[in-house]
C-alpha cells in the first residue's frame, strides 16, 4: 500500500484529482469506479474545472459507483444517483450509457444486485476510487462482510447510519439498507485509490494500514492488493 500524506483537504482534492486527471490524459477510454460521501467532492470539483479548462474529456469513459441506498428515489437529494449528477455527471461530457449506479429505488433488489454483478464482471475498472467510513467500511460493506462477497444487498452498520444522519432531516430517514459493490468486486480493480480526510477518519485509517487483514476492518483487504493508493491529510494520518 502507497501512503500519500498532504496538507489539508484541498491538496487531498487537488491530488487525487490529478491522478485520475493523468489517468484519463493516457487512457481516453478507461473505466472509473466511482464513490460518493463527502470526501470525493473536491476531487470531483478537480475533475470538473479541468474538463471546463479543456484538459480532459469524459467522452469515452465509463463509471461503476460502489453503492446506493435501497428505497430512495432516484430523484431524492441524498441518493447516490443524485449525488453523481449533481457533482460530476452534469457538468461534464460524459455519456449517460456509459454510466453504471446499482438500481435500488424498489422492486427486486437481488435481481438487481445480479444485473450490476454481471456489468462489473464484464468489465475492468482501472481505477476505483474509495472513502472510508469511520468504521473501516469501503463503499457500504460493513464490518464482518466476507471479503469475497460480490454485489449484495447489506444491511447498514448502525454506525454508519448515525454518521450519515448528517445528510437527512433524522435517523428515521436514513435508509437501513444498500445496494453495494462487494469486496471481491473492488479488489478486481487494476488499482485504487483511498482517500480520507479528518481526525475522525484517523483510528480507521491506522487500522487500515497497520493492523491485521480482517473482515472486522473491511478496507484492510486493501492490504491484499498490488496497486492500492492511500491519500490522507495530516488530521487522517495523526495515528500513522
Ligand atoms: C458512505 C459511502 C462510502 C463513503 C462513506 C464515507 O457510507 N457508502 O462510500 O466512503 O460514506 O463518507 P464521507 O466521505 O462523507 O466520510
Do not use: W
Not at 482534492?13 to 481516453?28: E, H, K, V, Y
Not at 472509473?32 to 479543456?54: C, F, I, K
Not at 433524522?170 to 468486486?185: F, Q, R
Not at 480482517?214 to 491519500?231: F, G, M, R
Amino acid at each position: 500500500m502507497k501512503i500519500i500524506t498532504v496538507k489539508n483537504y484541498q491538496e487531498l482534492s487537488s491530488t487525487a484529482g490529478q491522478l485520475i486527471t493523468d489517468l484519463i490524459r493516457r487512457q481516453p477510454h478507461c473505466t472509473l469506479g466511482l464513490a460518493t460521501g463527502s470526501t470525493p467532492q473536491g476531487a470531483y470539483d478537480y475533475l470538473v474545472e479541468r474538463y471546463r479548462a479543456g484538459d480532459i474529456s469524459f467522452r469515452e469513459v465509463q463509471t461503476f459507483n460502489l453503492d446506493e441506498y435501497c428505497g430512495l428515489p432516484r430523484s431524492h437529494p441524498q441518493s447516490y444517483f443524485r449525488f453523481m449528477h449533481d457533482n460530476l455527471f452534469r457538468h461534464v461530457d460524459i455519456q449517460p450509457e456509459n454510466r453504471h449506479i446499482p438500481c435500488a429505488e424498489n422492486g427486486d433488489l437481488q435481481a438487481q444486485c445480479d444485473a450490476y454483478n454481471a456489468l462489473l464482471r464484464a468489465a475492468t475498472v482501472d481505477l476505483q476510487l474509495l472513502g472510508i467510513g469511520s468504521n473501516g467500511h469501503i463503499g457500504f460493506c460493513e464490518p464482518g462482510t466476507p471479503f469475497d462477497r460480490e454485489t449484495f444487498l447489506t444491511r447498514l452498520a448502525d454506525k454508519t447510519r448515525q454518521d450519515n444522519q448528517r445528510f437527512f432531516d433524522s435517523l428515521d430517514e436514513v435508509p437501513t439498507t444498500a445496494i453495494t459493490m462487494g469486496i471481491k468486486n473492488i479488489l478486481q480493480a487494476k488499482s485504487i485509490l483511498l482517500i480520507a480526510s479528518g481526525r475522525g477518519k484517523a483510528e480507521c485509517i491506522s487500522q487500515m494500514v497497520n493492523g491485521p487483514v480482517t473482515e472486522a476492518v473491511p478496507a484492510s483487504a486493501l492490504q491484499l492488493h498490488p496497486d492500492a493508493t492511500v491519500i490522507v491529510d495530516e488530521a487522517a494520518a495523526a495515528l500513522l
